[in-house]
């Protein structure tokens, strides 16, 4: 597929890390389109929860439908829970990993950065509630430039990768 848009998000989900969640230079890819709404208790006593997940592009993280070397930004915020119920709106907003999610953050992370120009970047956006970065980063295959832990509890990390020229 051939796009003449800059950056891919590549698991936009609802485009929750986006100030401009239809900025002109991105393309939003996701496996899934969806609405869901529900009602939520909080502090403030119930409120409505509104999600909506509708990219640009429906695809698969693993299997992307881009030509080598297109894309001069990648964002990617895989799904980072294994433990929680297909019905859970944590589930239904980030999506849940299954037991073979090492060769899916390999496989999804090699697509990243085929779909990449030569010195392109990836921000890597990763929640270590159940599993710390240092184990993505194995299951990847290498680790960050550099990155920094943000949220309450510093428990999301976000990181930057760069194509080199001699990346496949």
């Known amino acids: 597929m051939k796009t003449n848009k800059k950056i891919l998000d590549a698991t936009c989900g609802s485009r929750s890390i986006w100030f401009n969640k239809n900025h002109p230079d991105a393309l939003y890819m996701d496996k899934r389109r ?15 929860r509104f999600l909506t997940v509708d990219p640009d592009v429906l695809a698969d993280f693993t299997e992307m439908p881009f030509e080598d070397n297109t894309f ?24 849940k990993l299954d037991d073979t999610w090492p060769q899916m953050l ?11 120009k ?30 920094h ?16 020229e001699t990346d496949e």
């Open 72 to 95: 001069y930004l990648v964002v990617f915020d895989p799904p980072h829970l294994k433990s929680v119920s297909e019905t859970a709106w944590l589930c239904r907003k980030y999506g």
């Open 34 to 48: 969806e609405q869901d709404s529900r009602i939520w208790k909080s502090g403030d006593g119930q409120s409505e």
């Open 118 to 147: 030569p010195n392109g970047i990836l921000i890597f956006k990763w929640s270590e509630y159940e599993i710390p970065a240092a184990e993505v980063w194995k299951a990847i295959g290498r680790k960050p430039l550099f990155g």
């Open 149 to 164: 832990h943000s949220g309450k509890n510093s428990k999301t990390f976000w990181g930057c990768f760069m194509k080199g």
């Open 106 to 116: 390999h496989d999804g992370f090699a697509e990243c950065m085929r779909v990449l």
